[in-house]
DNA sequence: TTGAAAGCGCTAACAT
DNA sequence: ATGTTAGCGCTTTCAA
């Protein structure tokens, strides 16, 4: 691999000339630059990215953190973040959490190989979010509230979600509500479940916890756990999955037990997922602002690079979409 | 931020036995380590990243380029990976090919950020791939045919999945089929085109070119492609759409247009995106082997990086997933 | 306008 | 077992 050197060499100029002519720089002769130009052409040479960050001692790259990169559920969220980025001229990457203690989010978040992060990723311990970030180094962490220098906060008020959400039901006539939930530790999951209960009591209702159910925030899961609700015999008039892709597996159980959606049974999802305006019935769910919440995210971050203060928590109101998997409850 | 030598004099020892003691070398005194080691946390250490790549001239990572981090379509293909990766103990980081000349894909690929990458975006030029590949710099190509040094090529036997496709409709009692295509620059879609000719051919049909529209590969094209075809009066009695997305789209506009699939004319995808079996009726299609594409991707690539050598071609087979769009026609 | 040289933070060969 | 030192490839200050 050819280095500056060589290029100077072979042009004939100090290190620094060639430097200077790669860069752009004016102070630098047109026939100089030239002579510059065509060795590294001859050399085939391509600057190398270390170097250049180690000196300059920053990257220009943001990362954007996920617990899995390949989860379709992120795309909004990714574009949005994407989309901020490429204005700000800065580059983007996208790591995974996936590994633990070794993964590369973790890697990139300590070795400070970018400028700063963007962090969905529940795996992600507190610990080495403060450890990772400061007053050099911004790190936007989005599931979760967590306070620290360099540490800022983008959520969704997933609580009203959840009141929301069941409060719908109740307003469409539903006393027996199933809770399907996602993992004990999802900090996500603990806020919708909050504002379920909230709703169920501000209506006089009492939770039953033979309906309550874990589904773990997976298609499989919610599957299982509506099985388990079908076996148990006495059905709830109607069924909130704190996330859409529990409700795309209960409403598979559902459909196999000849359950029918919405007259034997209203079902209400949460996240809107693309694949929610496909299911038969069109599932009603509760929409995160993803694109907005992305937009925001990278924006803040951008904000505190550029050395601007900003607020160190924002939340995000949801919304309820209305489609066909909620009946009337007569 | 604290520097190794920082480190080193605060635990008062020389640079080089705080880098020994903190990277396990066996040669540290447990005595010595501890006192690096109590040092490092207390000043808060962290390793920096490119100093340690620059050293090294290897980074321990690998990118996959893609076009658009937000398409869900490539879940499987990342996920494939990303085990892969993960079983190497190297670390992948996802980057975006949008932006051009500027994007992170390029500044990655040309600075040598990473050991090597798997590309799968059609926008990143053919002169930048022979550019950046070479002996010390393995990319595996998934979305063209392309050979030069360091270049391997993993693809999809696209052609025979638009024979098969179109095969099988034959076979079904189906002689008049449209064809709704691709962008005209894609590769991939001319190789599906040509499998659907040959069929075509092959059972002494001829393409109608009225009933070859160009829907873009996206969901709003295969709509409007699709009412295109409506609009001409005349039907055939089956489409085959070059991708799932487009077959999406289009179903949308049969059904407004109070065309039954598949009693009153059938359909056929390809991909096989996860929406595919959740529409109504749920389409028959042709499925890439995303995951062992991936990973066999994934596995060439280290192996070329560990200096094992390879082939720098593979294509792989193509699976149709019948399910319930396409109908005999008698 | 060009060149010489320092130094970013780290690893590893070599000397002690 | 520990210390000294060269050098990875680059940018940038300072001197010519």
Chains 1, 2 share one sequence.
């Not at 990257?59 to 490429?86: C, F, H, K, W």
């Amino acid at each position: 691999m050819a280095t500056i050197k060589d290029v100077a060499k072979l042009a004939g100029v100090a290190l620094s000339t060639a430097s200077y002519a790669m860069s752009g720089d004016s102070k630098v002769s047109a026939k100089t630059r030239e002579k510059v130009l065509a060795a590294a052409r001859q050399l085939n040479y391509q600057k190398n990215g270390f170097a250049m960050d180690l000196k300059r001692s920053r990257t220009n790259t943001i990362a954007l953190i996920l617990t899995d990169l390949s989860g379709p559920y992120y795309s909004e969220l990714i574009r949005s973040i994407q989309d901020v980025a490429l204005s700000n001229s800065y580059d983007l990457i996208a790591c995974s959490s996936m590994g633990g203690k070794d993964s590369t989010a973790v890697r990139y978040l300590l070795e400070k190989r970018v400028d700063g992060a963007i962090v969905l990723a529940h795996n992600i311990t507190v610990d080495l979010l403060h450890a990772a970030a400061g007053a050099r180094f911004p790190i936007v962490v989005m599931d979760r509230l967590i306070s620290g220098e360099g540490l800022i906060n983008v959520v969704v008020d997933s609580e009203q979600g959840g009141y929301s959400a069941t409060h719908y039901l109740i307003e469409k006539g539903h006393h027996s509500i199933a809770y399907i939930s996602g993992p004990a530790n999802s900090y996500d999951n603990a806020l919708r479940y909050q504002g379920y209960l909230r709703a169920m009591r501000e209506a006089g209702l009492n939770e039953k916890t033979k309906w309550k159910l874990s589904g773990n925030f997976v298609r499989e899961g919610g599957y299982k756990a509506t099985k388990m609700m079908l076996v148990q015999g006495e059905l709830p008039s109607a069924v909130f999955y704190a996330n859409d892709e529990m409700a795309v597996g209960g409403m598979k159980a559902l459909e196999e037990a000849g359950v029918s959606v919405p007259d034997d049974l209203s079902v209400i999802g949460f996240d809107d997922i693309q694949l929610a305006e496909y299911l038969q019935p069109r599932l009603t769910t509760i929409r995160q602002p993803m694109y907005e919440s992305g937009s925001l995210a990278g924006h803040l971050l951008f904000q505190r690079l550029n050395g601007d203060e900003v607020n160190d928590f924002y939340k995000l109101k949801i919304e309820l979409i209305e489609r066909s998997s909620v009946k009337i409850n007569s």
